[in-house]
């Protein structure tokens, strides 16, 4: 006998959820970037807004984990945090003085090349207690940083904080990038598509923010219905890799970017997901109740299809913002983030 989804509906129906305690995540201290990467959940950019979080917020954003997630692993990224050294020193020191087990700090290496200036900072970052610092390696990356500044970046973390301080995310890709010449950015347009879709898998790449519309795309591309099996509780509820940024949102550890599901004040609590209808839809009926009330509100399929459930996701949901503005769906946020989106489908 199949699998019936509306006699689960019935009985499963939720229109309040409680998260579980938090157990890994990051804190966003800005969306501001030196890249524009093509797989880039966040949409992290140069003209993100010059917001980055600040010293009395980031305090209680890590006694507030402290207190609902005591355990919970946190790593601190962006955007870009080097662009920003006194913000990143000051969320490191308040991360430890609170007692909050710090993994990695989060960069692409743009500062590589830039010994003077960045190496004062690795040494007051391992003075404070951070010991590890993960590099980006990747085509995306490459695009816009010369992989011999990632290298010389990685280097540089390798004296400070010792070889195993350096966490390469992900190392093959270095082999991959030597191929060409490492003094110069990669042309995206020269890359075979299929490398780009294996760099997808090796990055565990998850076709959401920026990442599905990318030009040479990152996985074979399917209708909509193709994704209809599958259900968003999972991620949703999931604590084991959230982000709360610098506005003090809080989204799902499923690396739901754009979503909203509350302020992180009430990761802890009872969500009333009644305020929150697209949330309500994903979480009760997945991808197939978005789909299916999008269609409602003239939202048209893609002929050339998508790279995934999460790809639809946010094509639905920027064409909700797009039509109905920031105002009607309070869980699509930061408004920024489908700004951004918009804005770079009409370049
Ligand atoms: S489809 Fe949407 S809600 Fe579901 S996991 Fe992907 S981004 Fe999150």
Same mark, same amino acid.
């Given at each position: ?6 006699? =689960? @509906?019935?009985?499963? +129906?939720?229109?309040?959820? #409680?998260?579980?305690?938090?157990? %890994?995540?990051?804190? *966003? !201290? ?82 590589? =090349? @830039?010994?003077?200036? +960045?190496?004062?900072?690795? #040494?007051?970052?391992?003075?404070? %207690?951070?010991?590890? *610092? !993960? ?213």
């Amino acid at each position: 006998m199949g699998f019936n989804i509306n006699l =689960n @509906n019935e009985f499963n +129906y939720r229109e309040k959820i #409680k998260l579980p305690e938090l157990s %890994g995540g990051g804190i *966003v !201290l800005s969306y501001k970037c030196t890249n524009r990467c093509r797989h880039c959940l966040v949409a992290g950019s140069p003209e993100r807004e010059n917001k980055w979080l600040g010293r009395g917020e980031a305090e209680e954003i890590f006694k507030y984990i402290k207190r609902t997630g005591p355990g919970a692993e946190i790593h601190i990224g962006g955007g870009e945090p080097f662009l920003n050294t006194q913000c990143l020193i000051d969320a490191v020191e308040l991360a430890v003085a609170e007692g909050i087990k710090l993994s990695y700090v989060e960069t692409n290496g743009f500062w590589g =090349n @830039n010994f003077n200036k +960045y190496e004062p900072v690795l #040494k007051e970052l391992y003075k404070i %207690g951070l010991r590890s *610092v !993960l590099i980006s390696v990747s085509p995306f990356h490459a695009e816009f940083i010369k992989p011999q500044i990632t290298i010389n970046a990685i280097k540089s973390v390798r004296n400070v904080f010792g070889f195993h301080g350096a966490f390469v995310w992900i190392p093959e890709f270095l082999n991959m990038l030597n191929k060409n010449d490492i003094t110069k950015t990669i042309d995206w347009n020269t890359i075979n598509p299929d490398i780009i879709k294996r760099a997808g898998d090796m990055y565990y790449l998850i076709p959401g923010g920026r990442c599905g519309y990318s030009k040479t795309p990152v996985a074979d591309k399917k209708p909509a219905a193709d994704f209809f099996i599958t259900s968003c509780e999972r991620e949703l509820l999931s604590t084991s890799h959230f982000h709360i940024d610098a506005y003090g949102n809080y989204m799902p550890g499923g690396l739901c970017g754009g979503i909203k599901m509350c302020s992180y004040k009430e990761a802890g609590t009872e969500i009333n997901l009644n305020d929150k209808p697209l949330i309500k839809l994903l979480f009760n009926e997945g991808i197939r109740g978005l789909f299916d009330y999008a269609q409602k509100m003239g939202y048209i399929e893609k002929s050339d299809g998508y790279c995934g459930k999460c790809h639809l996701c946010v094509d639905i949901r920027t064409f909700l913002f797009n039509k109905f503005g920031a105002e009607k769906y309070l869980e699509l946020a930061p408004a920024e983030f489908y700004e951004t989106l918009i804005k770079e489908s009409s370049l």
